[in-house]
């Protein structure tokens, strides 16, 4: 069987964010998507990583992330192993190694490097301390150490295969156009009780300026993106001839909108090192003053029938009705969800596969 252009494409290298790579690196990725997204509906094999192993360490609880990269690994004829902190003795950082505190990433990197082909981790929140940033850490220092790639599963800073299924959801709704430009694309807040990172709202900013599209980032004072995100989104746009504005009022935002982003996402200014200390009652009192951030179907029609994302999952109720996730038929959930399994079986195939010799 000879394989496809994409397999080995990216051979070795890690895919922590996706502003490691150009924007016509990522529509490499999006093709290879594609492709094997119709030979998954056609039922056509794609054993291109016959005989190859994928670990995921996951911090947190999934079901999108989990089931796409495991079943993804099935499809392409490898394996993924499933590991929780506890069965690896919790990798731990270097200044968290006195007291002595289980087992150094640097150790467990390089042994599953001898065992695998590439390494997955998911860490944000509560794994991760609370202190904004140290997920990402976490992700880095593992990159640092395996000799094989290492992907990001969603840290405390970047998700960058929601975004990617996100970019890819929004063309195929437009036909695939070659980029999103003079499209209005809004990243919004909306409500949830729960504490959430950052890392979907800043991931779909970022791929979202890539392609060039007007974007606002809307939310109520106090939730501001992390400043990094926002200054390399602005250098995206300049570059892609996209734009980013900041609104503080969703309906206003939303108007004349090709795709809305409504999501929930946590003040930062509550956490470090926004903050001294992790206060979450205080966070959630504060985003407990912002529960009228949820999306209706009445809003949708006012605004004038945007296509509605989530990368999932949804807080029904709070961030958005029933109405809108059932009945809605610009509603993209479904098919970002799916998406997942499609990019991540990309980005799988162009770093772990051998290419055709
Ligand atoms: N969107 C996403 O990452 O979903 P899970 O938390 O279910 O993996």
């Not at 494409?9 to 150009?22: E, H």
Request: proline share 6%; charged share 25%.
């Amino acid at each position: 069987m000879s394989k496809p252009w994409y397999v080995g494409y990216f051979k070795g290298k890690d895919w922590l964010k996706n502003i490691d790579y150009t924007q016509e690196e990522i529509k490499k990725v999006l093709e290879a998507a594609k492709d094997l997204k119709e030979k998954f509906h056609k039922g056509i094999p794609t054993p291109y990583l016959q005989g190859k192993t994928l670990f995921m360490l996951f911090y947190n609880r999934s079901l999108r992330t989990r089931n796409s990269f495991e079943a993804g690994m099935f499809q392409l004829g490898g394996h993924a192993h499933f590991l929780s902190p506890q069965d690896v003795y919790t990798p731990t950082l270097p200044e968290d190694m006195i007291p002595y505190r289980t087992e150094a990433i640097s150790d467990v990197a390089r042994v599953l490097s001898r065992y695998g082909n590439a390494i997955a981790i998911r860490i944000y929140g509560d794994a991760a301390k609370w202190f904004i940033g140290r997920g990402h850490k976490v992700i880095s220092e593992f990159a640092k150490w395996a000799t094989i790639p290492v992907l990001n599963m969603e840290d405390d800073v970047y998700h960058p295969f929601q975004a990617l299924a996100d970019i890819m959801a929004a063309l195929e709704a437009l036909g695939w156009p070659k980029d999103l430009s003079g499209k209005k694309f809004v990243v919004s807040y909306a409500y949830s009780g729960g504490l959430k990172p950052l890392a979907v709202p800043q991931s779909v900013t970022l791929i979202a300026a890539m392609f060039g599209a007007e974007v606002v980032v809307a939310h109520p004072p106090g939730f501001e993106l992390m400043d990094d995100m926002m200054k390399k989104a602005k250098e995206l746009a300049d570059q892609y001839g996209g734009s980013i504005t900041i609104s503080h009022d969703m309906k206003e935002a939303f108007e004349g909108a090709a795709f809305v982003y409504p999501k929930a996402w946590s003040p930062r200014g509550f956490f470090p090192p926004y903050n001294k200390v992790v206060d979450k009652e205080g966070a959630k009192a504060y985003q407990n003053r912002f529960k009228n951030w949820i999306v209706t179907l009445g809003l949708l029609e006012e605004v004038g029938r945007p296509y509605y994302m989530h990368c999932g999952p949804a807080d029904r109720g709070q961030e958005v009705t029933d109405e809108v996730l059932d009945t809605y038929e610009k509603s993209l959930y479904f098919e970002e969800a799916e998406n997942r399994l499609h990019v991540q079986k990309a980005v799988m195939a162009m770093t772990m596969g051998e290419p055709e010799k």
